[in-house]
């Protein structure tokens, strides 16, 4: 008996070393470090590597091609560079430019393995994907960051779906004193994330409330209810925050363009509207998402022209729809001129001129300008990246209400 006793004394014992050794310790080797030049130095130990990269949205783009419904498209994907291997096998590399204020994601790549920067804790999930993160700050990247001011409430919500048959996980936004102030109501605004993108997407990656909190606070944007769906009808939540436990995040998921999830979306805005303390109508109600948010946001809109007064769409794939698969994709130009015929407020249109659905985007401005329908247009450069919805949501917000 004694001897078993002491044996788990000794691992209990152990157990809190390495405990305390998560706890306590820290790495020796600093990554990424933002220097007093605005060059940026990233680190990795590897002292049995052949060779280590970088690659990030930090670095200038290359051009790679994949094939779309049979056409080959291209797209910019993430810069790479070298490390450089100096003393007790740290890997180096310094970027020979200053780096601009925004945030940046990046992993690096040893022997043909990509890891994550195991001496950055900020990590970013991107579906099934997990990239480093860090912010240099200054201009609109402190926007992203959190500041000495007053902050909203993010909560996971629960509602009952009778499109999809289940219960649904959504997670809403209430700015700073909503829950002090019983009276007051508020605009919604409705946040849409791209394929593969789940209703944490756009506070974990797109940094949402931080944006939200600062726009608020600085006065260039009202006080709002922001809600940020799950736009896979075919999903309760979340990877890891559904019944199905820990599945492996894909895009290959079922009724995701299809129309459900835009027939569906008038429950989601009843439920905002049964459950918070909202303006109940079209000028206090605005919605916009990314990519496949993007889509939706279209398709929602020209279905539902009486329920959204400002309407953005960041990167959207337009033109991907199929008009057989359900009447929410009919009826295109009818649709189109029924919404404009209702005087919406705002429909605000973003795109990199290096995305791979940039020239969907112009041929739909195209046709709102052949067409006379009002319009804000903001082309910018890069590509189908996070650092390009960041700064769409930005631009979209103040506009509102």
Known sequence: MKRIIT??????????????????????????EINEDGTVTFRYHAPKAVKVTVSGDFLPTQRLTFQMNGQEMTYDAPGVAELKEGQH??????????????????????????????????????????????????????????????HGTVAKVWYESAAAGFDRRMSVYTPAGYEQNKKQK???????HGIG??????LDQGRAA??????????????????????????EAAPCQNSTGYIHPTTALPQTMEGT???????????????????????SRAICGLSMGGFHTLYISLNYPDMFGYSGMFS????????SVSPIYQDFDTKLATYFSKKPDLLWIGCGNTDFLFEANKDFVKKLNENGYPHEYLENEGGHIWKNWRIYLTEFVPKLF
Do not use: C, H
Request: negative net charge; proline residues 4%; aromatic residues 12%.
């Open 7 to 32: 044996i788990a004394v000794a691992l209990l014992m152990a157990g809190t070393a390495f405990a305390q050794q998560a706890l306590w310790g820290s790495a020796s080797t600093v990554s990424p």
């Open 89 to 150: 096998g740290i890997w180096e590399y310094t970027t020979d430019f200053k780096v601009a204020s925004g945030m940046y994601t990046y992993t690096f790549n040893v022997d043909g393995n990509n890891v994550i920067d195991n001496n950055n804790m900020w990590v970013n999930r991107d579906i099934a994907s997990l990239t480093s993160a860090f912010i240099v700050p200054g201009g609109r990247a402190d926007l992203f960051t959190i500041q000495d001011v007053p």
């Open 186 to 192: 508020y605009p919604v605004l409705y946040v849409l």
């Open 197 to 202: 993108g789940d209703e944490d997407a756009w």
């Open 210 to 235: 931080q944006i939200l909190d600062n726009l608020i606070a600085q006065g260039k944007a009202k006080p709002m209810i922001v809600v940020f769906t799950n736009g896979n009808i075919s999903q």
């Open 261 to 283: 999830f835009e027939t569906s979306f008038p429950e989601v805005v009843k439920f905002i509207d049964s459950n918070y303390r909202t303006i109940a109508k079209k000028q």
């Open 316 to 323: 959207a794939a337009i033109g991907v729809s199929d008009p």
